[in-house]
C-alpha cells in the first residue's frame, strides 16, 4: 500500500491542525493505522493508532486528549486532528499501516508515508 500524508505546516502554540494520509494500492481497511513522529536527534515515536473499522482507538501520553485519529475507509484516508498544539509537538509526522492489532511500535507497521513536517512555534 502507498501513503501519503500531508497537512503539516507552521502554527502558533496553542493552534490546530488537521494531517491526512490518503492510501492506494490495496484494502485500506485491511490495514491498522498508525501516526509517528520524529523529531530532529530523536527517535521515530508512536503518537496514535486506529483499528480497521474505526471505533477503537489509542494514543501515547503526550497527545492524549489534545490529538483525535480518525479514519474514512470509503476514502482509503486516515487523518489526526492535533489541538492545543505545543512547541514540543514540532517534527516530522508520519503515517503507517500495519496488520495485527494495537500497534505501537515502528518495527509492526508494513507500510510508511513519506512523512509531512509540522513546526509549533511559541
Known amino acids: 500500500v502507498q501513503l501519503q500524508a500531508s497537512g503539516g505546516g507552521l502554527v502558533q502554540a496553542g493552534g490546530s491542525l488537521r494531517l491526512s494520509c490518503a492510501a492506494s494500492g490495496r484494502t485500506f481497511s485491511a490495514y491498522v493505522m498508525g501516526w509517528f513522529r520524529q523529531a530532529p536527534g530523536k527517535e521515530r515515536e508512536f503518537v496514535a493508532g486506529i483499528n480497521r473499522g474505526g471505533i477503537s482507538t489509542y494514543y501515547s501520553d503526550s497527545v492524549k486528549g489534545r490529538f483525535t485519529v480518525s479514519r474514512d475507509n470509503a476514502k482509503s484516508t486516515v487523518y489526526l486532528q492535533m489541538n492545543s498544539l505545543k512547541p514540543e509537538d514540532t517534527a516530522v509526522y508520519y503515517c503507517?499501516?500495519?496488520?495485527?492489532?494495537?500497534?505501537?511500535?515502528?518495527?509492526?507497521?508494513?507500510?510508511w508515508g513519506q512523512g509531512t513536517q509540522v513546526t509549533v512555534s511559541s
Open positions: 503507517a499501516a500495519g496488520r495485527g492489532a494495537g500497534l505501537r511500535t515502528v518495527t509492526e507497521y508494513d507500510y
